[in-house]
C-alpha cells in the first residue's frame, strides 16, 4: 500500500508540476499577448501622436499665415490711409486748374462730378472732389429750403398787404 500511495503522490506531484508548467506557459502567452497587443498600441499611439503633431504644426503655420496676411493687409490699409491723406503727387498747377475749372458754372458741376467718380484720378483730387460735391449739395438743399420759406412767409405778407390795399 505504500507504494501504491508513493505512486499516487508522485503521480499528483507530476500533475502539479504540468499544471504549474501550463499555468507558466499561459502566462508566458499571455505577456507576450499583451506586449505584442501593447507594442501595437504603442505603434498605434505612436501614430496617433505624429498624426496630432503634424495636425498641430499645420494649423500652427495657418495660424502664421493668417497672421502674415493681416499684417500685409494692415500694411496696405495703413500705406492707402497715408495716400489718401497725402496729396503728393498732385502739383500746384494741377490744383490751381482744378479750382478754376470749378468756378465756371456748370462746366465745373460736371468737372467735380469727373473728378468725383473717375478711377485714374489722384486719390486727393478725388476725395476733395467728392467733399466740395457734399458740400454743394448741403448748400443747394439750405438755399432751396430758405427760399421756400421766404416764399411762403412773403405770399402770406402780399396777401395781407393787398387786402390792406382793397
Known amino acids: 500500500m505504500e507504494k501504491k500511495e508513493q505512486e499516487s503522490l508522485i503521480a499528483r506531484q507530476e500533475r502539479a508540476i504540468r499544471q504549474q508548467e501550463m499555468l ?5 502567452a499571455r505577456a507576450e499577448y499583451n506586449t505584442s497587443s501593447s507594442h501595437g ?3 498605434k499611439d505612436q ?15 495657418n495660424q502664421l499665415h493668417r497672421k502674415e496676411k493681416k499684417k500685409k493687409r494692415f500694411n496696405q490699409a495703413y500705406q492707402n490711409a497715408v ?3 497725402d496729396a503728393e503727387g498732385v502739383t500746384v498747377s494741377e490744383w490751381f486748374l482744378s479750382i478754376c475749372w470749378i468756378k465756371i458754372p456748370i462746366v465745373g458741376f ?4 469727373i473728378l468725383a467718380l473717375s478711377r485714374k484720378t489722384h486719390q486727393a483730387k478725388k476725395n476733395f472732389a467728392r467733399g466740395y460735391l457734399i458740400y454743394r449739395c448741403l448748400v443747394i438743399i439750405l438755399s432751396v429750403t430758405i427760399l421756400y420759406v421766404l416764399y411762403q412767409v412773403g405770399l402770406s405778407f402780399v396777401d395781407e398787404l393787398l387786402s390792406f390795399v382793397k
Request: aromatic share 6%; glycine share 0%; net charge positive.
Open 41 to 43: 498600441n504603442i505603434v
Open 47 to 61: 501614430k496617433k501622436q505624429e498624426k496630432l503633431r503634424r495636425k498641430q504644426e499645420k494649423e500652427a503655420q
Open 110 to 113: 460736371i468737372y467735380i462730378l
Open 83 to 85: 495716400a489718401f491723406d
Open 24 to 28: 507558466e506557459k499561459k502566462r508566458q
